[in-house]
């Protein structure tokens, strides 16, 4: 199973940028297959949602309430993904969790992200 290991939350102000950062581990043959990834944002009492996707050719596809303030980049070497967060509202905070598709069942830890007003 392939493992997340997510990095760059913190607390910063309205406006202010964060870069997020998700590292993959486990059988090469697992991490070969990954197709894409993905970065969701749980708050309290939510479920997960998705925020951002990129597929294994690069394309990106963005929830309409951070398109053009959020963008994915990937290391392919290092199994990598990228978020940088950019013009954060406090609607942006949360725990982001990043995961491939297909899911690992092995969810990580996820980075917390609070913004304050």
């Known amino acids: 199973q392939v493992r997340m290991v997510e990095s760059g939350g913190g607390l910063v102000q309205t406006g202010d940028s964060l870069r997020l950062s998700c590292s993959a581990s486990?059988?090469?043959?697992?991490?070969?297959?990954?197709?894409?990834w993905s970065w969701y944002r749980q708050t309290p009492g939510a479920q997960r949602e998705q925020v951002a996707f990129?597929?294994?050719?690069?394309?990106?596809h963005y929830d309409d309430a951070v398109k053009d303030r959020f963008a994915l980049s990937r290391d392919q070497a290092t199994n990598t993904v990228y978020l940088q967060m950019d013009k954060l509202k406090p609607e942006d905070a949360g725990i982001y969790y990043c995961?491939?598709?297909?899911?690992?069942?092995?969810w990580g830890r996820g980075t917390q992200v609070f913004v304050s007003s």
């Open positions: 995961n491939i598709w297909p899911p690992s069942a092995l």
């Open positions: 486990g059988p090469r043959e697992s991490l070969l297959g990954v197709q894409g």
């Open positions: 990129m597929n294994s050719r690069g394309a990106t």
